[in-house]
T-cell receptor
Framework: SQQGEEDPQALSIQEGENATMNCSYK?????LQWYRQNSGRGLVHLIL?????REKHSGRLRVTLDTSKKSSSLLITASRAADTASYFC????????????FGKGTKLSVIP | ETGVTQTPRHLVMGMTNKKSLKCEQH?????MYWYKQSAKKPLELMFV???????ENNSVPSRFSPECPNSSHLFLHLHTLQPEDSALYLC?????????????FGPGTRLLVL
């Protein structure tokens, strides 16, 4: 399995603003997943984007994937204080790679 | 709620104690996982079970002993732990263990070893 590298390591924004987090990885993938972890709700799966997809939406979340650049981004629009959490990208090679390898994540703080 | 529950949520134990962590998933999944999350370190996979058989053991010390009696339940038996074993222990499940699966995590058990 491989680890994604999130950037920036920390991000602080005002409530209502948009937050963008980036992820880079090294080898070819089958899909890439984003997870969120905060103290109240634990580690939660947010969205999965497959290698043949370029963009995916889920509520206020928008994920893009550029396999040629081996990168992904997560955009949270109209942020809320409850979005304060650490966000992790997890690249997956597919069959046989059931292990999720988490990096250090991006720590997002949304200030009310 | 993710459909994965863990008990207890917090546990304090001495180095000579024996305790067990319990995980239960209500999602009808076939694969279950134990992860360890230490302070300021990335999540580490410990064990993977698929259809009640262990398919992965990531060089975990024998003082951690997993048990999967059925596809809905997973235990982690602890004995003679060390203070450095203090961490958040997360359980997860997925539909299968074939790879590329979304994993659903429980809230974790925060363990403190004195």
């Amino acid at each position: 399995s491989q680890q994604g590298e999130e950037d920036p390591q920390a991000l602080s924004i005002q409530e209502g603003e948009n937050a963008t987090m980036n992820c880079s990885y090294k080898t070819s993938i089958n899909n890439l997943q984003w997870y969120r972890q905060n103290s109240g709700r634990g580690l939660v799966h947010l969205i999965l984007i497959r290698s043949n997809e370029r963009e995916k939406h889920s509520g206020r979340l928008r994920v893009t994937l550029d396999t040629s650049k081996k990168s992904s981004s997560l955009l949270i629009t109209a942020s809320r204080a409850a979005d304060t959490a650490s966000y992790f990208c997890v690249p997956q090679r597919g069959a046989g790679s059931y292990q999720l390898t988490f990096g250090k994540g991006t720590k997002l703080s949304v200030i009310p | 709620e993710t459909g994965v529950t863990q008990t207890p949520r917090h546990l304090v134990m001495g180095m000579t104690n024996k305790k067990s962590l319990k995980c239960e998933q209500h999602l009808g999944h076939n694969a279950m996982y134990w992860y360890k999350q230490s302070a300021k370190k990335p999540l580490e996979l410990m064990f993977v079970y698929s259809l009640e058989e262990r398919v992965e053991n990531n060089s975990v010390p024998s003082r951690f002993s997993p048990e999967c009696p059925n596809s809905s339940h997973l235990f982690l038996h602890l004995h003679t732990l060390q203070p450095e074993d203090s961490a958040l222990y997360l359980c997860a499940s997925s539909q299968g263990a074939g790879g590329g699966e979304t994993q659903y995590f429980g809230p974790g058990t925060r363990l403190l070893v004195l």
